[in-house]
């Protein structure tokens, strides 16, 4: 009876997961965009994401078994990845480790500008669905 209700719970949470975590802005990643009033600083914005393959390739071979991946990427006032860290952990350090050099390799941003207009260090959180990169990943 107990391994029922928990596999019924498993079921549940990886199907009605991908639901809850589809993206109303359209955004690749699922990122939240700010807006920004003219004269003030701007956050950190991705250019371009093109690690779908390779996050999928990786993900299989350390058997990462979630609906999502959510992460957060410092990056530098020249727009490079200089620190990755995976919000929510795994269990082994050395899984984190890989997708964060899939996550770090694979991003490409504009930096953040202060008030002045100069680029700064900034840091994008962001949410990845293993059921978004399969899509896109069939339609290619």
């Not at 250019?47 to 959510?70: I, N, P």
Request: hydrophobic share 40%.
């Amino acid at each position: 009876m107990n391994r029922l209700l928990a596999l019924s719970a498993a079921t549940a949470a990886l199907t009605l997961t991908p639901a809850a975590l589809a993206k109303a802005d359209g955004d690749e990643t699922g990122a939240q965009a700010a807006s920004v009033a003219a004269g003030e600083a701007t956050p950190v914005r991705l250019k371009e994401w093109t690690g779908d393959w390779e996050l999928m390739k990786t993900s299989r071979r350390m058997r990462v078994w979630r609906s999502h991946l959510a992460y957060k990427l410092t990056v530098d006032a020249a727009g490079e990845v200089t620190d990755c860290e995976i919000t929510e952990e795994f269990r082994m350090r050395r899984v984190s480790d890989r997708l964060c050099d899939v996550l770090s390799e694979h991003h490409m941003f504009e930096p953040a500008h202060n008030a002045a207009g100069a680029p700064v260090e900034g840091s994008y959180v962001s949410r990845i669905s293993y059921m978004d990169v399969r899509n896109r990943l069939e339609g290619e």
